[in-house]
């Protein structure tokens, strides 16, 4: 049996907070609920049941690896050796598995392709080290052996990962190039939704310089400092400039946030050099 215990979060659900914390999907982790196998401070609970700060979690979670299946989803491989797959992730396309999608996502793409996988920590996200919100595009990297997972996650974790974002945003920024420093923590209300919070929230910093303007938008390139969820999105929201057609951090009815994952740069997981791939720019920002 494991054990946890809850850190300083907002209220959230025990079958969304297990889920995040294990790398398991919500169903699985609904299902292990209902059995008996989680409990929360010494009693089993239902999925709806609330955590909070100070709460001690137990579970026994077995599972043996998700048979996952290959479908036949186009996507476009940058570069690819005996240990990484560098990839220009299409929008639309969800990265890994999860409650409500098993078979249209990245890693059933590759899975396709005969692509050999790591393993890593989570049985649902196979060379999974990073990843991208379904509607944002652009490059990632995917490891295909265990080695190789062990050490990008690392670097990520250490910083020594950086990246680059285009995107286009409402109105004009000024100034045209600065530094973003604002934590952001989970909205309480919408476990969806990130939000500045100088209270509750994570470090996150976010660089950006305006390329071009026209028509009361701008098109933006970020440089990520720290690798907290929705960070962009929720910075530009925050700043009163949101992604052009972001309905959840700017206007509704958007049908995707133009956002692209441009450049990545690390330490290659073999070689130890230092490598960049880019993602060409998207057709958004070129005609822009």
């Known amino acids: 049996m494991t054990v946890l215990n809850v850190p300083e979060i907002s209220p959230l659900r025990i079958d969304q907070w297990l889920s995040q914390h294990t790398g398991r999907s919500r169903a699985f982790i609904q299902s292990a609920l209902q059995k008996g196998d989680v409990l929360v401070n010494g009693t089993p609970v239902k999925p709806s ?3 909070h700060t100070g709460d001690e979690i137990n579970y026994t979670l077995s599972e043996s690896a998700l048979t996952l299946s290959a479908t036949n989803i186009p996507f476009d491989i940058l570069f690819e050796d005996a240990d990484i797959i560098v990839i220009n992730k299409p929008s639309g396309l969800t990265v890994h598995p999860g409650a409500g999608n098993r078979d249209n996502t990245l890693v059933n793409a590759l899975l396709h392709y005969g692509k050999t996988l790591s393993t890593g920590s989570q049985f649902e996200r196979p060379g999974i080290v990073h990843r991208l919100d379904k ?20 670097g990520f974790a250490d910083r020594n990962v950086d990246k680059t974002y285009l995107g286009l945003v409402v109105g004009t920024l000024t100034p045209e190039e600065g530094l973003i420093e604002a934590p952001i923590a989970r909205q309480a209300s919408n476990y969806k939704k990130f939000v500045v919070d100088i209270i509750r929230g ?50 509704k009815g958007g049908k995707r946030q133009l956002l692209h994952a441009y450049s990545i740069t690390f330490d290659h997981p073999r070689s130890n050099e230092r490598v960049t791939f880019i993602a060409p720019e998207p057709l958004w920002a070129l005609s822009f």
């Not at 990297?141 to 996650?153: D, R």
């Open 49 to 51: 049941f609330i955590v």
């Open 135 to 154: 509607d944002t595009s652009g490059v990632m990297v995917v490891t295909k052996n265990n080695e190789a997972h062990h050490l990008l996650a690392k």
């Open 202 to 251: 994570k470090e996150a910093r976010t660089g950006y310089k305006v390329l071009r303007v026209a028509n009361d938008k701008s098109l933006v390139q970020f440089q990520l400092y720290t690798g907290r969820t929705h960070q962009i999105r929720v910075h530009m929201a925050h700043l009163g400039h949101p992604l052009i057609g972001d309905s959840l951090y700017g206007r």
